[in-house]
Nanobody, 120 residues
Framework: QVQLVESGGGLVKPGGSLRLSCVASGFTFSKSAMSWYRQAPGKERELVATMTSASGGIRYAGSVKGRFTISRDNAKSTVYLQMNGLEPEDTAMYYC?????????????WGQGTQVTVSS
């Protein structure tokens, strides 16, 4: 059974930092691309950051580039999102995503989300 469990969200003041974690199980984590998405109320879900299985191919949304850092620890089956310089516009539900191909089948898994609220 595939599970993606996010944690680390919360309420933070503008300019503050948070580190999100996503612990994965039920699939070969090291062979999966891992991504963070977010969805604000009334808006579509958007890609925040993504990293390929080889820890290369890192991409960020333009709005977070230079402030957020995605990383992964394959030994712990965990992907992180370090968020610095948080702004009110970063307020959203943040979701972890795993994407991989196994036996010619494309898999796409989602966590339940963790809320990030940036407010003074």
């Amino acid at each position: 059974q595939v599970q993606l469990v996010e944690s680390g969200g919360g309420l933070v003041k503008p300019g503050g930092s948070l580190r999100l974690s996503c612990v994965a199980s039920g699939f070969t984590f090291s062979k999966s691309a891992m991504s963070w998405y977010r969805q604000a109320p009334g808006k579509e879900r958007e890609l925040v950051a993504t990293m390929t299985s080889a820890s290369g191919g890192i991409r960020y949304a333009g709005s977070v580039k230079g402030r957020f850092t995605i990383s992964r620890d394959n030994a712990k089956s965990t992907v992180y999102l370090q968020m610095n310089g948080l702004e009110p516009e970063d307020t959203a539900m943040y979701y972890c995503n795993a994407g991989y191909i196994a036996n010619a089948v494309v898999y796409d898994h989602w966590g339940q989300g963790t809320q990030v609220t940036v407010s003074s």
